[in-house]
């Protein structure tokens, strides 16, 4: 984050403070003169709001990047006749997703300011020894096994009846979701979910450009793996395959990238033919025994189903 704040200071921030809050200007009066703000570059409000700004409008420019791409060149539209797609659902899914991003990126602020101050384990220099590579090569898988078994737990804490009705419900209203829904959450949500990519570098080292990479790289895999593409059948990978099933029935496949801790925790439920088979994940009788099943099994677990009587 020094470095993105860094150049927004010298080619933005610089002359927007100047104008809103000027220092007192004991000059001479001249053109010589260079207006300046009196919040310097390492005032603390200063990094806060200019992170706050830019992890906002980077956001936004993610994921509605990527979401866009996504949803028009891989995107399976016939899934927009399901019976759980909802009636203007991408523009719902868009207008949650913009209205959390600010949330989010405030609560992700103090993260990013311990980084701009030198507290986190994030460093400059590229490797110059055989090591130094091997060590910078292995800390990838190592980024992606941590936040996954993190995202994990907390993914699967969301889904308690208690916090589901209050965090995670928002992002279950799309249970036939588009691209657009990656990153519709409530901003808490969110937020919860994106502390183990942040807490990765105050506890283990890593080069600042490849963690720029990698946080780049982990928002487009949530568009992935809302993309509705179900190519790859990977039994190790968490693809869009398994997030659709994980969508359709609830509590299943809470993973991120891997399916290693569903298949410790008792959660992981295999995509079949029904989401592989073209005609059969396209079949209007699938798609009818989908909508009955997501009903029945959140409604079991919200206590919402109606007693059968004699």
């Not at 804490?157 to 829904?181: E, G, M, N, Q």
């Not at 809302?226 to 790859?232: L, Q, W």
Request: aromatic content about 20%.
């Amino acid at each position: 984050m020094d470095v993105a704040l860094e150049y927004a200071d010298e080619y933005f921030f610089d002359s927007v403070y100047a104008k809103l809050l000027p220092a007192q200007n004991f000059g001479n009066g001249t053109l010589d003169d260079v207006v300046t703000s009196a919040w310097s570059r390492d005032n603390d409000m200063r990094i806060c709001l200019s992170i706050f700004i830019i992890v906002t409008l980077g956001g936004w420019f993610f994921y509605l990047s990527a979401a866009t791409f996504s949803y028009y060149v891989l995107f399976d539209h016939e899934y927009m006749k399901h019976p759980k797609f909802l009636k203007n659902q991408v523009r719902l899914e868009i207008d949650c997703a913009v209205k959390a991003v600010p949330g989010f990126s405030a609560l992700t602020v103090p993260w990013f300011w311990g980084e701009v101050k030198g507290y986190s384990l994030l460093y400059e220099n590229m490797p110059t020894t055989p090591l130094g590579w091997a060590y910078f090569f292995l800390v990838m898988p190592t980024f992606l096994l941590f936040t996954d078994f993190g995202i994990y737990w907390i993914h699967r804490y969301l889904h308690h009846p208690i916090l589901y009705k209050r965090l995670h419900k928002p992002h279950h209203k799309w249970i036939v979701p588009s691209p657009f829904a990656s990153h519709a959450f409530h901003p808490l949500d969110g937020y919860s979910q994106s502390i183990p990519y942040h807490l990765f570098v105050y506890l283990i080292p890593m080069q600042k450009w490849q963690y720029i990479g990698m946080f780049i790289f982990v928002n487009i895999w949530t568009v992935m793996i809302h993309d509705g593409n179900f190519v790859s059948r990977s039994t190790i990978i968490n693809t869009s395959a398994h997030h659709a099933v994980h969508h359709l029935y609830f509590n299943y496949n809470y993973g991120q990238y891997f399916t290693f801790w569903d298949r410790f925790g008792g959660s992981h439920r295999e995509p079949t033919e029904e989401q592989y088979n073209e005609e059969l994940r396209n079949s209007k009788k699938t798609w009818a025994a989908q909508a009955k099943d997501a009903e029945d099994i959140e409604g079991e677990v919200l206590g919402t189903n109606k007693k059968k009587t004699n």
